[in-house]
């Protein structure tokens, strides 16, 4: 393919604004099939799409794009087989033919213009402002996941492309799930009610062990290797921080009821991860936020073998306490008279989101989680400013950062070396 670079990924075509089809409600009956098109076909993809097509009884999942066929071949198989629960039903919903399948750095677009209704987009986090961006000039509803960008020049296009979505009454539905869990809902708001009092600190955890690494090939390009093991890229993933600790910081935003923090600080570097096979991103991050109010946010994630894990948001109130966690039983509130813990069953928040969004596509209600998905990304994004750098990062500062992480062409023989990895006091912010 011809090299891409960052600017023509991201330029508007305001001849496709012009002419994008916006949201009418002619799906709102339920009779037409919602044609959907996945972008980024991992196991996340692979899961994204088993869960838009259990999420309507009239979709059909009809293209498929991904940067390696290798990758479109897998999941297409996983998908045509039923889906993990090796479904009939499901596979009939799958209608993937040989000319809706497209591989390269332009699939995206392929994909979108291919007739699609809903689009999906489970590509690594680099990619998601462009794609996000095309898809609402081309007027589609949007899954999409998180984090929504790993810089700020990336954040501050999808706020703007989120807007566009409003204006054309169009859906984008977050892959930040735990927002649509029923028991962090429940719990979440009894907090806003006041059920612990005014919140005065918060502990985000995120530590957990190493996950996977692809060895380099000898025919493998830097594009290629890179893409190949995108976690380790900061350019690709944001690094682990905003990848994967986004989820918690995002539970401490909404307890903060979206209020986000003025500046923070921190530590971080590679202690078991030290290896060239690790790209250049850190394998543990200590960050301090501090809002306005004078309450803070103290935030750990780490990826290390043989080491106590957890995954959760400790909350501490002016009248008690609340725990915060994915895990069965782990919804707690504790105080003086009180002692609240969620076991209601709920359902998988990761088809709850897919169910409430293409029930607002059939109702002509279209939600958008623009605001929440952006701004809980900075907050990940500011956190690795401050491990990378050592310095205190003001919010408004970071939003308006020109760092851009971008490779400087999208073609598979670019040079493109592993970055250095950052030394706090040396690595400066941009």
């Known amino acids: 393919m011809n090299p891409t670079t960052r600017r023509d990924f991201l330029k ?72 993990k629960d090796k479904d009939a039903d499901l596979a009939k919903k799958v209608d993937v033919k040989d000319d809706h399948k497209f591989v390269g750095f332009d699939a995206y677009k392929q994909v979108i213009d291919s007739g699609v209704d809903v689009v999906l987009l489970t590509a690594p986090p680099g990619f998601r402002p462009p794609h996000l961006k095309y898809a609402i000039e081309k007027g589609k509803h949007v899954f999409c996941e998180k984090p929504i960008a790993v810089d700020a020049p990336g954040v501050r296009s999808v706020l703007a492309t989120c807007e566009e979505a409003k204006k054309k009454r169009l859906s984008v539905v977050s892959g930040l799930c735990i927002r649509y869990d029923q028991g962090f809902r429940d719990t979440i708001k009894k907090i806003h009610e006041g059920a612990i009092g005014d919140v005065l600190s918060m502990q985000a955890n995120d530590l957990r062990g190493k996950i996977w690494v692809k060895p380099r090939q000898p025919d493998w390009s830097d594009m290629v290797y890179q893409m190949r093991n995108w976690y380790y890229f900061a350019w690709l993933s944001g690094d682990f921080n905003v990848e994967q600790h ?15 923090p003025i500046k923070a600080y921190g530590l971080g570097g590679r202690s078991q ?38 995954i959760s948001v400790s909350v501490m109130g002016s009248k008690g306490t609340g725990v915060l966690a994915e895990r ?32 607002a596509i059939r109702a002509d209600k279209p939600i958008n989680n623009g605001e929440y998905m952006s701004y809980s990304s900075l907050m990940a994004i500011v956190g690795r400013m ?45």
């Open 246 to 260: 986004v989820h918690m910081l995002d539970v401490a935003a909404w307890v903060m009821k979206d209020q986000y």
């Open 328 to 359: 069965r039983g782990g919804l707690k509130l504790t105080g003086p008279d009180m002692k609240y813990v969620h076991t209601a069953p709920v359902k998988d928040m990761y088809q709850v989101e897919h169910d409430e969004m293409f029930a």
């Open 273 to 310: 991860r030290t290896g060239p096979e690790y790209g250049h991103i850190f394998d543990h991050h200590s960050v301090v936020y501090e809002y306005a109010n004078g309450s803070k946010l103290y935030a750990l994630c780490r990826q290390q073998d043989g080491l106590k894990g957890d």
């Open 386 to 430: 401050a491990t990378y750098t050592g310095q205190v990062i003001d919010w408004k500062a970071a939003l308006n950062s020109k760092e851009d992480l971008s490779p400087p062409a999208y073609d598979w023989n670019v040079k493109l070396p592993t970055p250095p990895v950052a030394v706090p006091g040396v690595t400066k912010f941009v």
């Open 12 to 83: 508007t075509s305001a001849a496709l604004a012009a002419t994008a089809t916006l949201s009418t409600g002619v799906h709102a009956a339920g009779s037409d099939v919602l044609k959907v098109g996945l972008i980024g076909c991992g196991s996340r993809g692979t899961g994204a799409a088993e869960q838009a097509l259990y999420a309507d009884k009239n979709v059909k999942l009809v293209a498929m794009g991904d940067a390696f066929a290798d990758r479109l071949e897998d999941s297409l198989k996983i998908l045509k087989a039923g889906g």
